[in-house]
């Protein structure tokens, strides 16, 4: 699968699909669900602390500010449309999937 399926370059930054599991034992990125990025949140889906906890870890694992990183749509679903400025789609990719000991990305 393509990096374009899952982010794509835009005008204002990466355009980015996001499939967040809540109340997970720890925050990671699990892989690709469909056309999506899988990332387990350890963080309720109350009051907005999943989303927090998503834009946290993505901003960390992406050396972004957490200002850098916008939900777009979906913040009230496990769906969710992100627009994560300063860096491309192919290396936001690259950081968030996790990776086989042999350097390939697990899909």
Excluded: W, Y
Aim: contains cysteine; charged residues 25%; positive net charge.
């Amino acid at each position: 699968m393509g990096t374009s399926c899952l982010a794509r370059d835009s005008e204002r930054g990466v355009l980015l699909t996001v499939h967040v599991q809540p109340n997970a034992a720890r925050t990671e990125c699990v892989g690709v669900h469909g056309d999506a990025i899988k990332i387990r949140v350890a963080a309720r889906p109350i009051q907005g602390a999943a989303n927090e906890e998503l834009i946290r870890f993505i901003a960390n694992r992406c050396s972004l500010t957490r200002a850098q990183i916008q939900i777009q749509g979906g913040a009230e679903t496990r769906r969710k449309r992100l627009c994560v400025r300063g860096v491309t789609a192919e290396v936001l990719v690259a950081r968030l999937l996790p990776q086989d000991s042999k350097g390939a990305v697990k899909q």
